[in-house]
């Protein structure tokens, strides 16, 4: 059995997710019919709005189903859009579900700068909304990510949050790699949206919410049964919903802190090989990821390396893995290319243990030990 060590690409499903899922499977039942089974379906889905809108501090009703991350991150774009934006400003190191919707939004966008730990520059934005120019450029719009999938590097939303609202702007968080590692405050982030992911925190694929503050404006992109209050139609997924909420659930109190003493292991084990170097690592970062570049060994030859030896890790943003690219994440903290073509990503979660991470750390290090004379043998 492989050592799965990729839970920010996918968190494998938590037997509480899989057990909801059956229940609610076995229930049966559309929650738009009236009749009992019906009935049952749509209780399913309202506690678990319930329960998921508590798990992020928001109202109930607040909550918007989606088929995951990316449908959410687009419909806050769409709506943007609508409401009167003409120039987005996403911070460099989006993923590509902000990024591509952005890009293919057909309004301007501009990149907001991240520091060489991979920090949002908020002076730079502070300074950007300042000289906003409404009747050019619109209402301003602002995407910033709670937590970055390569690097785990956590984001100063709350303040960028406080200055677009200061701007009369609106406010989109990525909220997608917090939940199942870090509490996320819908609240307190003063966004106006927030994308998230089931599967992310140990639930299942395929499901995901958009939450929406009270004043955010939403334009909804699927016309149909008009379910979610009109604002998401088709039927809900109602055991992926089930599910979601119940991995939320199950997110036990010491999980990041037992996530952190193990990647902080593996760290500094890694990080004592000459040629390493540890990316984020002077910034506040969520418990479990590790971006590692080794120099002259690429990302994807690590990754094989390693799946041959047992170890699911990956290369940069698993949503492009199989088409492994070098990192634009690295590259707006100013890694040189070789860098960001030799950095992978190790991201731990809910069933990783002591011994996973030390079986990883000595076989990794065998490995780079065997092949790094020969790597610069080649030049
Ligand atoms: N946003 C971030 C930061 C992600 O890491 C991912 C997935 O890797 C997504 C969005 C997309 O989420 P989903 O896979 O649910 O569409």
Same mark, same amino acid.
């Given at each position: 059995?492989?050592?799965?060590?990729?839970?920010?690409?996918?968190?494998?499903?938590?037997?509480?997710?899989?057990?909801?899922?059956?229940?609610?499977?076995?229930?049966?039942?559309?929650?738009?019919?009236?009749?009992?089974?019906?009935?049952?379906?749509?209780?399913?889905?309202?506690?678990?709005?319930?329960?998921?809108?508590?798990?992020?501090?928001?109202?109930?009703?607040?909550?918007?189903?989606?088929?995951?991350?990316?449908?959410?991150?687009?419909?806050?774009?769409?709506?943007?859009?609508?409401?009167?934006?003409?120039?987005?400003?996403?911070?460099?190191?989006?993923?590509?579900?902000?990024?591509?919707?952005?890009?293919?939004?057909?309004?301007?966008?501009?990149?907001?700068?991240?520091?060489?730990?991979?920090?949002?520059?908020?002076?730079?934005?502070?300074?950007?909304?300042?000289?906003?120019?409404?009747?050019?450029?619109?209402?301003?719009?602002?995407?910033?990510?709670?937590?970055?999938?390569?690097?785990?590097?956590?984001?100063?939303?709350?303040?960028?949050?406080?200055?677009?609202?200061?701007?009369?702007?609106?406010?989109?968080?990525?909220?997608?790699?917090?939940?199942?590692?870090?509490?996320?405050?819908?609240?307190?982030?003063?966004?106006?949206?927030?994308?998230?992911?089931?599967?992310?925190?140990?639930?299942?694929?395929?499901?995901?919410?958009?939450?929406?503050?009270?004043?955010?404006?939403?334009?909804?992109?699927?016309?149909?049964?008009?379910?979610?209050?009109?604002?998401?139609?088709?039927?809900?997924?109602?055991?992926?919903?089930?599910?979601?909420?119940?991995?939320?659930?199950?997110?036990?109190?010491?999980?990041?802190?037992?996530?952190?003493?193990?990647?902080?292991?593996?760290?500094?084990?890694?990080?004592?090989?000459?040629?390493?170097?540890?990316?984020?690592?002077?910034?506040?970062?969520?418990?479990?990821?590790?971006?590692?570049?080794?120099?002259?060994?690429?990302?994807?030859?690590?990754?094989?390396?390693?799946?041959?030896?047992?170890?699911? /890790?990956?290369?940069?943003?698993?949503?492009?893995?199989?088409?492994?690219?070098?990192?634009?994440?690295?590259?707006?903290?100013?890694?040189?290319?070789?860098?960001?073509?030799?950095?992978?990503? /190790?991201?731990?979660?809910?069933?990783?243990?002591?011994?996973?991470?030390?079986?990883?750390?000595?076989?990794?290090?065998?490995?780079?030990?065997?092949?790094?004379?020969?790597?610069?043998?080649?030049?």
């Amino acid at each position: 059995m492989s050592v799965y060590l990729d839970h920010n690409a996918t968190s494998p499903l938590r037997a509480e997710a899989r057990e909801a899922l059956a229940r609610a499977y076995d229930a049966g039942g559309n929650p738009s019919s009236v009749h009992g089974a019906g009935r049952t379906a749509r209780a399913i889905v309202e506690t678990a709005r319930t329960s998921i809108a508590s798990h992020f501090v928001t109202r109930a009703e607040d909550v918007v189903f989606t088929s995951g991350g990316t449908e959410a991150n687009n419909l806050a774009i769409s709506s943007a859009k609508a409401a009167g934006a003409k120039r987005l400003i996403i911070s460099a190191i989006e993923h590509d579900a902000v990024r591509d919707a952005a890009l293919a939004s057909g309004l301007e966008v501009e990149f907001l700068p991240v520091t060489n730990d991979g920090v949002a520059d908020i002076a730079w934005l502070e300074a950007r909304l300042s000289g906003w120019d409404r009747n050019a450029d619109g209402t301003p719009f602002v995407a910033l990510m709670a937590a970055n999938n390569e690097t785990g590097v956590l984001q100063p939303v709350e303040a960028a949050g406080r200055l677009v609202r200061e701007a009369e702007g609106l406010f989109q968080v990525d909220a997608v790699q917090m939940a199942g590692k870090l509490s996320f405050d819908f609240a307190g982030s003063l966004a106006h949206y927030a994308a998230l992911s089931a599967h992310k925190a140990g639930g299942p694929q395929g499901t995901g919410a958009l939450l929406l503050a009270c004043d955010a404006p939403l334009s909804r992109q699927m016309h149909g049964g008009g379910q979610e209050k009109g604002r998401r139609s088709g039927t809900e997924n109602v055991a992926g919903i089930a599910g979601f909420a119940a991995a939320l659930e199950a997110v036990g109190a010491d999980e990041a802190a037992r996530m952190a003493v193990l990647r902080d292991a593996l760290q500094s084990r890694l990080e004592s090989v000459e040629g390493v170097r540890i990316w984020g690592a002077g910034a506040q970062r969520l418990p479990n990821t590790l971006c590692v570049s080794a120099e002259a060994w690429p990302s994807e030859i690590q990754v094989i390396a390693m799946d041959l030896a047992g170890f699911a /890790i990956s290369a940069g943003s698993a949503c492009s893995s199989g088409k492994v690219r070098k990192s634009r994440v690295l590259e707006a903290m100013g890694a040189s290319e070789a860098q960001a073509a030799s950095a992978i990503r /190790i991201s731990l979660g809910w069933m990783t243990t002591q011994d996973d991470v030390n079986r990883f750390a000595d076989a990794w290090m065998r490995e780079y030990a065997r092949i790094r004379p020969r790597m610069a043998a080649a030049g």
